[in-house]
T-cell receptor, first 109, second 114 residues
Framework: TQLLEQSPQFLSIQEGENLTVYCNSS?????LQWYRQEPGEGPVLLVT?????EVKKLKRLTFQFGDARKDSSLHITAAQPGDTGLYLC?????????FGQGTELSVKP | DTAVSQTPKYLVTQMGNDKSIKCEQN?????MYWYKQDSKKFLKIMFS???????INETVPNRFSPKSPDKAHLNLHINSLELGDSAVYFC?????????????FGEGSWLTVV
């Protein structure tokens, strides 16, 4: 059983569509991060959310931390082929960073 | 200037062999990590070092032995390699080991055991 459940695991959409990726847990995290990993490279941090209910925007990406700090979502507006990659959420718990299993996003032109 | 660099990037070796992966960070960070990413892309921490001291040691077989000669280097030695060790191994660093710090990952080392 994963401590952090990410869904969907795979997502294939057309350019211009919107999408949301979810990251859920029964544990409370002190902070939650989203990373993006491209093929052949390591994950790169997109955002860190710390406060329950916090919303952060990064261009077409909107990140939300749940009020209870147990879940988070990533919404992408008007997806582009350059958004293709593996999106990982990671929660800080007990001094460790726990990763979700990732969402593989493919945006077709 | 590569922030976290690890070598080799690709490694194909036979079962039973011993191999090492080297990692260096030039960010001046205090904390370094080894993560393992399996074929399903699940990323799991193996070890964490802070200023050359072992902080986190997850349930990893004794065949895996990290060594940190100084806070800028964290190498991973694996003895008696098994098929199940095939994975991508990521070295990473952060300013401190505090939760919420940005973790900077290397490009990964693709280990294939045949």
């Amino acid at each position: 059983t994963q401590l952090l459940e990410q869904s969907p695991q795979f997502l294939s959409i057309q350019e211009g569509e919107n999408l949301t990726v979810y990251c859920n847990s029964s544990s409370v995290f002190s902070s939650l991060q989203w990373y993006r990993q491209e093929p052949g490279e390591g994950p790169v941090l997109l955002v860190t959310v710390v406060t329950g209910g916090e919303v952060k925007k990064l261009k077409r990406l909107t990140f939300q931390f749940g009020d209870a700090r147990k879940d988070s979502s990533l919404h992408i507006t008007a997806a582009q082929p350059g958004d293709t990659g593996l999106y990982l959420c990671a929660g800080a718990l007990g001094g460790k960073l726990i990763f979700g299993q990732g969402t593989e996003l493919s945006v077709k032109p | 200037d590569t922030a976290v660099s690890q070598t080799p990037k690709y490694l194909v070796t036979q079962m039973g062999n011993d191999k090492s992966i080297k990692c260096e960070q030039n960010l001046g960070h205090d904390t370094m990590y080894w993560y393992k990413q399996d074929s399903k892309k699940f990323l799991k921490i193996m070890f964490s070092y802070n200023n050359k001291e072992l902080i986190i040691n997850e349930t990893v077989p004794n065949r895996f032995s990290p060594k940190s000669p100084d806070k800028a280097h964290l190498n991973l030695h694996i003895n008696s390699l098994e098929l199940g060790d095939s994975a991508v191994y990521f070295c990473a660093s952060s300013l401190t080991g505090m939760s919420g710090n940005t973790i900077y990952f290397g490009e990964g080392s693709w280990l294939t055991v045949v």
